[in-house]
């Protein structure tokens, strides 16, 4: 059983930033693909970014290309998704995920894809 728990969230307003962190419990952190989904109001959960479990491999949400980074310390058994240049429209719930296959980036998009939720975190941009 691996437990997720998402911190970092917050009031921001457009054009700041916000690093979510993802804290994972059990000793096999560094053989999961990881990943960050949000959720705003009203709408479905929907991917943001993915890293395979070496780190070698990211993929992303057009939406948030070039302004948000996903990145992991093993050591630290943590993901992380940096935001920059935030706007309204990535007000929403951010939930990190967890997949204990050995896949690439691109097969981690969709939420099926995941064994592991955390609790999520709540991300509010003011304009």
């Known amino acids: 059983q691996v437990q997720l728990v998402e911190s970092g969230g917050g009031l921001v307003q457009a054009g700041g930033s916000l690093r979510l962190s993802c804290v994972a419990s059990?000793?096999?952190?560094?053989?999961?693909?990881m990943g960050w989904f949000r959720q705003a109001p009203g709408k479905e959960r929907e991917f943001v970014a993915a890293?395979?479990?070496?780190?070698?491999?990211?993929a992303y949400a057009d939406s948030v290309k070039g302004r948000f980074t996903i990145s992991r310390d093993n050591a630290k058994n943590t993901v992380y998704l940096q935001m920059n240049s935030l706007k309204p429209e990535d007000t929403a719930d951010y939930y990190c995920?967890?997949?204990?296959?050995?896949?690439?980036?691109?097969?981690?998009?969709?939420?099926?894809?995941?064994?592991?939720w955390g609790q999520g975190t709540q991300v509010t941009v003011s304009s």
């Open positions: 995920a967890a997949n204990y296959a050995p896949l690439t980036a691109v097969a981690l998009t969709t939420r099926s894809a995941y064994n592991y």
């Open positions: 059990g000793r096999t952190f560094s053989t999961y693909g």
């Open positions: 890293i395979n479990w070496s780190g070698g491999t990211t």
